[in-house]
């Protein structure tokens, strides 16, 4: 991997004892039977060979942490979760580190490293990143190429059409079938699991206390971990939280709403931007419906280049664009505007983002062993329905029978057949570690609201709700910096001053 010609011993030295203040020890995890499984281990190695290089992994101290891929099952096979501890930039660092917990589930970690550092999370204190289990660079990955080829080919289908349900469910169940038959226990992969790894980090690494930060359903885990292992928890920082109690299929069409419509209050309240685009509620409901009855096809260059693509917008492509946020917020109203004069370009082009995507960097085995044990069991396709409608009243059916971001998951997880753990997973977490919750108002992935129901059970919680923002809010404000780090110096009193004065930025007004 290149070092970026870091070879001093200073530097080498830093690497060295970032991790030496934390001796590695084995630990024994108890099977939910009360039989004792085999210890978890972290064992050295060389940090992963990513495709860019990652800077902060030149001075970190990598390895694996092994253990047991099935808890509840005493002869479980030992998996390998990649890890890195990367140490503080002071050279007074303070003795608690703080471990990440990144969101997906699925996502790729260790492309989080370059936001997180640049965010500070590493200013004061060693930084410790381990990948979920399945994630990449983990042993076994539960990648599911399958799935990418198809999110590449879906662009240029019908959001809701039965070609795309057809290839999608054939891409899960190709994926399912070759990580079965390579010996993975799919029924091992979930939110109890992933928190029990990260409990079993704390030990084999021999840290007294840390601090935990976790974005999106990273926040979901950090909550469920504080539950079940509260041990050594000394703080916990919550961007973007989605509360077990509360996460379901249907909960994206509150969120949706919820973030599209602060973006049009915000607009609203800039007076160029509202005499330009004085009624983009009205207006957006009117371009759902009128491209659910005629779908457009474009052919557009992605954002990151290459040769054009078939892109197909439709009223649930519309609206799903919105909701990933593959337009920045400045520019939604201009980009209403523009398709309501027959200029779609501005979202096919976003739309076609994903026909660029890395093959190979998504856990989707992960990600759908989550989603298919914790947040759809309970829920019927009629659940989600009522919930699009009260989101979005008067939309056509077709766009909200499809929960924001998870098209046809209930066929999928019929597919993917893995046990439900509704029932222990969704449950509130009480406690009185401190927690700093922060939320962005224009998230319509999480909306800002539900962090204030995951505080509800936190006693000594502070919640901060960032103007102008979307999903992930640390990385994008460095208000939000500055809150986080005077958390984790002092998380019974942070300091969130910065907040009050805060106004989204300016939007993009384009000529009549």
């Known amino acids: 991997m290149t070092k970026h010609g870091i070879h001093a011993a200073a530097v080498a030295a830093a690497a060295a004892l970032a991790l030496t203040a934390f001796g590695p020890a084995p630990s024994s995890v108890a099977s939910p039977h009360g039989n004792t499984v085999a210890p978890a281990r972290f064992v050295p190695g060389p ?51 703080v471990v990440f917990m990144s969101g997906g589930p699925g996502g790729e970690t260790f492309d989080d490293i370059p936001f997180l550092v640049d965010s500070g999370l590493n200013r004061d204190r060693a930084l410790i990143i381990m990948a979920q289990r399945g994630n990449l660079y983990d042993q076994p990955n539960l990648a599911c190429p399958e799935m990418d080829r198809f999110n590449a080919r879906y662009v240029g289908l019908g959001y809701d059409s039965p070609q795309a349900k057809r290839l999608l469910l054939d891409a899960v169940k190709k994926c399912r079938n070759r990580l079965v ?3 993975i226990d799919l029924s091992a992969y979930h939110t109890k699991e992933n928190a029990a790894d990260f409990a079993a980090l704390r030990t084999a690494l021999g840290i007294p206390r840390w601090n935990v930060y976790g974005h999106s359903y ?9 539950r079940r292992h509260p041990q050594g928890i000394r703080a916990v920082a919550l961007d973007s939280a989605t509360a077990p109690q509360i996460v379901t299929l249907p909960f994206g069409w509150r969120s949706a709403r919820e973030g599209i419509d602060n973006v049009f209050k915000a607009c609203a309240a800039q007076p160029r931007c509202n005499s330009r685009y004085p009624n983009l509620r009205r207006t957006l409901t009117e371009q759902v419906r009128k491209l659910e009855a005629h779908p457009l096809t474009l052919k557009v260059r992605p954002p990151s280049g290459g040769d054009p693509v078939k892109v197909v917008l439709d009223g649930g492509a519309l609206l799903n664009v919105l909701v990933a946020n593959t337009i920045p917020f400045p520019d939604v109203p201009a980009a209403i505007e523009e398709l309501a004069h027959g200029r779609p370009e501005r979202f096919a082009r976003a739309r076609a983002v994903d026909s660029a995507a890395v093959v190979g960097m998504t856990a989707h085995g992960l990600t759908e ?24 009243p008067g939309w056509p059916d077709s766009v909200l029978a499809q929960a924001p971001q998870l098209p046809f998951q209930h066929e999928v997880c019929r597919v993917w057949n893995v046990p439900n753990r509704a029932i222990s997973h969704r449950v509130a977490t009480t406690s009185a570690v401190p927690t700093l919750l922060v939320a962005g108002t224009f998230d319509a992935k999480v909306g800002a609201s539900w962090s204030r129901v995951a505080a509800r059970s936190l006693s000594r919680s502070t919640t901060v709700k960032v103007p102008g923002i979307g999903h992930w809010v640390v990385p994008q404000s460095p208000c939000a910096q500055r809150a986080l780090a005077s958390f984790l110096t002092r998380p019974t009193a942070p300091d969130t001053r910065c907040v009050a004065g805060l106004t989204p930025k300016p939007f993009t007004i384009i000529p009549k």
């Open 369 to 392: 062993s989550v989603v298919c044990s914790e947040w759809v069991p309970g829920t019927s396709r009629s659940d989600v329905l009522k919930a699009g409608r009260r989101a979005f």
């Open 181 to 183: 038959a390579d010996g």
């Open 218 to 226: 990273g926040t979901n885990l950090a909550l469920t971990y504080l």
């Open 47 to 97: 940090c992963p060979r990513t495709p860019e290089p990652i800077v902060a992994l030149s001075t970190a101290r990598c390895g694996f942490l092994e253990v047991p891929e099935n808890r509840a099952r005493p002869r479980s096979r030992t998996i390998r979760l990649a890890v890195a501890v990367i140490p503080a930039v002071s050279a007074k660092s303070a003795e608690d580190p």
